[in-house]
């Protein structure tokens, strides 16, 4: 890639670290270049603070190519930078997380090496631009959620936040299941679903399928991932307490008796504060207090009667992080209101297009952790 885009590229670097608790007990970053042979620019323990670690960035340069090795870049990442003794953590089960930036297809093969990455529970993110292959990121990424395709990578200053967002709350390891299977093993987390009752009975048939679906791929149980599911129109109501059910079997159970409730108007502010003063209470299973992440999955196809502002605000002091789905006539400026990010932000035609592709979302509500932080503004 020329200079104006490894200029754009590094600046996008600079944005996350300043955006980041750097140092050798928070978050550490490496950088490393490649075109036809790879090279490290930066060790994972080079730096320990914003101001050194930026300093470093201004340093790097392009290298003209025609071709490139992706394979074994991804190779150099995974034999020199994820050791110990170049910073790496990950004997201490910290996330270990890799973001290639091609413009090219590969010259060698993607396969094997993103493999290898993939059993060592190394989470592999891939953004393309020009004459990168998409397929070929699919191969490298750890979710194909996780491939971003750019048409110039000077739009990454344009879309950054929705990089960092993932950068910074992805957890967890990808473990492989035989020799072509992969799932993620995540920690423990409290979900709850916020379903718009006034859909009809084939969306919320839509709705209660693709829930099914995520609870088929998670380890359900109070010492692992828990699900809680709450209905709105004007009022809000508890279909299934985040410590109802401990199995998948009960759980999917009580899923099929949850019924639509048709209704001219919502109130997604009320909603939200039932689910904050009601259910992420830990007599209603809420771990908040033990630091569990906490989520709620928001999914209307109507704009809100009542406020948003006050009572997502009041989730986001709380640490939880919502994220927003919609369809038909939901407002996608109050769903970036109720969002924790603009990143989880989902607009769909129709929700019965959640069960085309389920793993986007499956896959943030897997990943996401941590917390949200609120200044005083």
């Known amino acids: 890639m020329g200079a104006t885009i490894i200029n754009a590229v590094r600046e996008f670097i600079k944005r996350f670290v300043d955006t980041m608790p750097i140092g050798p007990n928070q978050v550490q970053v490496g950088v490393a270049m490649f075109s036809t042979t790879p090279k490290s620019e930066i060790n994972l323990n080079s730096f320990s603070s914003k101001e ?8 790097i340069k392009p290298k003209p190519s025609v071709e490139v090795n992706i394979g074994a870049a991804l190779d150099f990442v995974r034999t020199n930078m994820l050791r110990p003794e170049s910073g790496s ?5 910290v996330t270990q997380l890799v973001l290639l930036l091609t413009s090219k297809k590969s010259k060698d093969s993607v396969q094997q090496p993103a493999e290898a990455l993939r059993q060592r529970g190394v989470l592999t993110l891939a953004a393309g631009s020009k004459d990168a292959d998409e397929a070929e990121l699919k191969q490298i990424a750890f979710d194909e959620a996780m491939v971003f395709i750019l048409r110039d990578f000077r739009l990454l200053l344009r879309i950054s936040r929705e990089m960092i967002s993932h950068l910074s709350t992805l957890t967890g390891v990808v473990v492989t299941e035989g020799p072509t299977e992969t799932a993620l093993a995540v920690g423990k987390r409290d979900i709850i679903f916020l379903i718009d009752s006034s859909m009809g009975s084939t969306i919320i048939n839509a709705v209660r399928e693709f829930i099914k679906r995520f609870v088929d791929t998670m380890p359900i149980g109070p010492d692992q991932v828990q699900v809680g599911v709450a209905m709105f129109s004007t009022t809000p109501k508890s279909e299934i307490n985040l410590n109802s059910f401990s199995s998948k079997e009960s759980l999917s159970s009580a899923l099929s008796r949850i019924k639509p409730k048709p209704s001219v108007e919502v109130n997604i502010g009320a909603a939200l504060d039932f689910v904050r003063t009601n259910m992420l209470r830990p007599e209603s299973g809420s771990r908040i207090q033990d630091q569990v992440t906490q989520l709620v999955l928001l999914l209307t196809s109507k704009k809100s009667k009542d406020s948003v502002q006050q009572p997502a605000e009041a989730l ?3 640490g939880v992080l919502t994220l927003a789905a919609g369809s038909k ?11 924790f990010d603009e990143a989880v932000v989902f ?7 959640l069960l085309r592709n389920p793993n986007e979302m499956i896959s943030h509500l897997s990943t996401l952790t941590g917390v949200v932080v609120t200044g005083p503004n």
């Open 52 to 59: 050194s670690l930026s300093s470093a960035l201004s340093r």
């Open 316 to 318: 986001r002091r709380m």
């Open 329 to 339: 006539a939901a407002d996608e400026a109050e769903l970036k209101q109720i969002a």
């Open 89 to 93: 953590r990950i004997q201490d089960q």
């Open 347 to 353: 607009i769909l035609r129709d929700f019965r297009l």
